[in-house]
């Protein structure tokens, strides 16, 4: 397996948290890692060299959408999703599942794998363990998720416990794939907000985990809390020597609060879109630029960010764009996004090497002010 | 008047087309020149380090737009428009008359100037010649219209003259506005489609225009030839020393027809909206990127073009974004489209220093393919 190696520079002593290097054919991933999101082999709005720029290593894009539109057979043809998109830096596909189970209607799931409707055209098609794999190997991306049943908050012990077993069984089949040492296999663990599924789930996991493991069915609609739990009951248990992936979250607070508990990669549209919206994320929280406050506003979108965005612009023009529509300002509000995200990734990173990722983390919620009035009350802190 | 200048670098023996060079307190332009429009303060989608990497000199903004949203005091008080748009090369604004006459409901044009109710929220304004150049010095432009009275096509001649005359008395008052010699006033030639008026609105105009002088009220509806003999009419007429702006006008086929009648600047939002619905600008014509012929054509969209779009992708993938509302989409179409016009002006210029533009349109008429029936018929030329 020599395309892949994963190797602990240093681990916190106060929280566990890793430092860390993911070897990839498409290059060296340094972890902890924020991964952008690219659903439709672009993230949105912006280049592959403003993603280099600010310093995304590695993106993720979506198997259901490709699949779709515009095809995996066309991706394959046009020499993969690196050449299709020109991304030369390591991709991560998702297997489908999730996307499946919530944007398609009619779906039918049989221990083969899932008939679902195209949310496009409401075309019928069927996704199993094989199919998946075998569209991610035609995307070519580096790591490939399993195919795995995704269950939401709020799901009673016995229906968790099928969707558990089902995604072991899933797993089998999707590990007899043979992608010839160029794409990784990461299996995800499920088990819902049931500790003791979580454990099972995470050890009958590990035997099919090469080089990498990812954890799957957080932040479906549970509270912040809940979520962190069950990374507290995994964290003692997870394989040392692989980078472990907690998908699909990505705010500030859960990406302090998700790497302390010995997480390394993260994903999430959240910089992204709500950038679109008009929201700006930073070390203060989320300022909707919008807001009549900042009209006349001329001082950079963060103070002492070094991004694209803050160095060039105001908030007073951001807000302008914003406010007309102008599709520029959903730009810069994504390059600022992502770009506060890796510089908070950098200090998460500092933090780990200096053995104080603990205190790091408690120096953040003292000045970091929650917008939604649930955040608030999980951290117990005042409304802004 | 120091900070504003024009030489004519040489004249095309075929066809009295011109090469100079316009001095701006921001910076020379390199006539004839292509100016992309950024209605709002921002080309749509694009960065002024892309329109600069693309080779465009100089943008042209709306005061009509501006004045409403952010507000022209506003973008004074970010230190100009500029500074608030993060762009240091030249910046033309219009007077916002003709997006008044366009786009606003309940107009009332007194000899004051004219009384309309703002497009986004009915509240109710007043422009006249010198709020429009108070609000063009607000904005800081370095080349300022004149606030005119332009007519739509088929506009009979006792109204057409009368909107000349008022656009002449206009003139009068616009002139005796100080820009300190930090802006430079370009008057406006109008008459509508009749030739007798456009000659005399031209003579008329003249002693107004100190370094530039515009040709307004032509493609507002008229065939393209009309507008072409129009053209003729007063191309022996124009000052020499200075340049001659046709406003509103960008399609391929009207910059080789515009240049090649003795016009050094034009300007249109063509390029930069017909791309984000997906056509590009070529050589050979418009082609319809969603068409399903380019779904699995690896090709550039431009073969030959040195675009950052046809440098490192393929038609198979614009397409996909275009077809998918991928606003990355839009952006690698607006870039290609503003690079295409660049390059076709840069051919037009080196056609003018070989004294052989006549020859060049020719050819180049040869291969481009009209996509509009009215454009094949004006040219007679068959259809695709």
Not at 91 to 97: A, F, K, P, V, W
């Amino acid at each position: 397996m020599e395309n892949f190696k994963f190797e602990v520079l240093h681990e916190c002593k106060q929280t566990g948290a890793r430092v860390g290097r993911l070897t990839t054919p498409h290059g060296v991933i340094e972890t902890p890692v924020f991964m952008p999101v690219g659903t439709m082999a672009s993230v949105k709005g912006l280049s592959p060299e403003e993603l280099t720029e600010m310093g995304s290593q590695i993106i993720l894009a979506n198997t259901y959408h490709l699949y779709l539109r515009p095809g995996s057979d066309l991706i394959e043809r046009a020499g993969g999703l690196h050449k299709f998109m020109n991304w030369d830096k390591p991709i991560l596909t998702d297997s489908g599942g999730f996307q499946i189970f919530s944007l398609s209607s009619m779906r039918k799931i049989t221990e083969e794998g899932v008939t679902f409707n195209s949310f496009l055209d409401g075309s019928k098609h069927f996704i199993g363990p094989e199919e998946s794999m075998r569209i991610q190997q035609q995307l070519g991306s580096d790591i490939v998720m399993a195919f795995d049943e995704c269950t939401a908050a709020g799901t009673d012990y016995e229906k968790s416990v099928e969707a558990m077993e089902r995604t072991l069984r899933w797993l089998d089949r999707c590990s007899k794939f043979d992608f010839k040492g160029k794409q990784m296999l990461f299996p995800i663990v499920q088990g819902n907000m049931f500790a003791d599924l979580r454990l099972e789930s995470l050890k009958r996991t590990i035997p099919y985990a090469k080089c990498g493991i990812a954890i799957g069915g957080l932040s479906v609609g549970e509270p912040k809390p809940v979520m962190y739990e069950m990374l507290d009951v995994l964290q003692p248990h997870y394989p040392k020597d692989m980078p472990r992936y907690l998908m699909g979250v990505g705010s500030a607070d859960c990406i302090v609060e998700g790497f302390m508990r010995g997480i390394d990669m993260m994903d999430c549209v959240l910089p992204t879109r709500i950038a679109r919206n008009g929201t700006a994320m930073t070390y203060k929280g989320d300022l909707t630029i919008r807001n009549a406050k900042y009209k006349d506003d001329f001082s950079p979108v963060e103070e002492g960010c070094d991004c694209y965005c803050c160095k060039n612009y105001t908030r007073a023009y951001v807000r302008h764009l914003i406010n007309t529509d102008e599709i520029f300002g959903g730009r810069l509000l994504s390059i600022h996004n992502i770009r506060f995200l890796n510089r908070l990734v950098n200090d998460i990173k500092k933090a780990i090497w200096e053995d104080r990722l603990k205190d790091f983390r408690d120096e953040f919620f003292e000045t970091y002010e929650f917008r939604r009035e649930q955040d608030r009350q999980a951290f117990g802190k005042n409304a802004e």
